[in-house]
C-alpha cells in the first residue's frame, strides 16, 4: 500500500506560517497527493490536493517538489483555530486509501 | 458541509451483543467508507461501498460487515462486539468519475465502547 511519512508533531506560533512537511517516496506518476485536518474529535475536513504544480486554494498552499516525492502544506498566517492533526495522502488512483497517523500541529499564542 | 449523519452517535454495548451503525448522505455520492480511529493508529479503513450493492474490504475489515441497499445509507455490523472494537467510527463519502479518487468528505463520528 501507498504510505506518506511526517513528522509526529509540529508547534507554530499564532499569526506564523505553517510549514508541514510529508513525504511519499513511493509516489507513481498519476498519483495525486491529498491533504486533510481533523481538529480534535471531529472528523476530517479536505483541505488541498495536487498532483505535480503547485496549488493554492482559500485554506492553504501546496507545494511540491519537481520529482514529486515530497510535499510541503503551508498554512500562511496560523490561528488557534488551526491546531489539528493534518495527513497527508497520496491516493493509489482507487477509492482504497487509508490515513497514517499524521502531524499533531499545535498553534502557540 | 456536506450532508452526512451518523447513528447514533454514543453507543455502550457489552461484548458478544450484535451492533448495527449507520451512516446517511444527501449528497448522492457513489462513495461511502467506514473507518476507524484508534490512539497511535490514525484512521483505518474497515469497509467501502462503491454503489448499491458493491462493497470491498479495507485493511481492517475482520469482525465487522456492511450492507448498502439504498445510495444515501451504509450500514456497519458487528456481528459479535468485542472489547477491540472500542473505538470511534467514522463514515466519509466521495464522488467519483471512473477509479480516480476524489476528496472524502466525513461524518460526525460513533464513539462506540464495548464492555
Known amino acids: 500500500d501507498a504510505k506518506t511519512t511526517q513528522p509526529t508533531s509540529m508547534d507554530c506560533a499564532e499569526g506564523r506560517a505553517a510549514n508541514l512537511p510529508c513525504n511519499h517516496s513511493t509516489i507513481s506518476g498519476n498519483e495525486y497527493v491529498y491533504w486533510y485536518r481533523q481538529i480534535h474529535s471531529q472528523g476530517p475536513q479536505y483541505i488541498i490536493h495536487?498532483?505535480?504544480n503547485n496549488e493554492t486554494n482559500e485554506m492553504a498552499s501546496l507545494i511540491i517538489t519537481e520529482d514529486r516525492k515530497s510535499s510541503t502544506l503551508i498554512l500562511p498566517h496560523a490561528t488557534l483555530r488551526d491546531t489539528a492533526v493534518y495527513y497527508c495522502?497520496?491516493?493509489?488512483?482507487?477509492?482504497?486509501?487509508?490515513f497514517g497517523t499524521g502531524t499533531k500541529l499545535q498553534v502557540i499564542p | 458541509d456536506a450532508g452526512i449523519t451518523q447513528s447514533p452517535r454514543h453507543k455502550v454495548t457489552e461484548t458478544g451483543t450484535p451492533v448495527t451503525l449507520r451512516c446517511h448522505q444527501t449528497e448522492n455520492h457513489r462513495y461511502m467508507y467506514w473507518y476507524r480511529q484508534d490512539p497511535g493508529h490514525g484512521l483505518r479503513l474497515i469497509h467501502y461501498?462503491?454503489?448499491?450493492?458493491?462493497?470491498d474490504k479495507g485493511e481492517v475489515s475482520d469482525g465487522y460487515s456492511v450492507s448498502r441497499s439504498k445510495t444515501e445509507d451504509f450500514l456497519l455490523t458487528l456481528e459479535s462486539a468485542t472489547s477491540s472494537q472500542t473505538s470511534v467510527y467514522f463514515c466519509a463519502i466521495s464522488e467519483s468519475v471512473g477509479s480516480a479518487y476524489y476528496e472524502q468528505y466525513f461524518g460526525p463520528g460513533t464513539r462506540l465502547t464495548v464492555t
Open positions: 495522502i497520496e491516493t493509489g488512483g482507487y477509492q482504497k486509501v487509508t
Open positions: 495536487g498532483l505535480k
Open positions: 461501498s462503491y454503489g448499491v450493492k458493491d462493497t
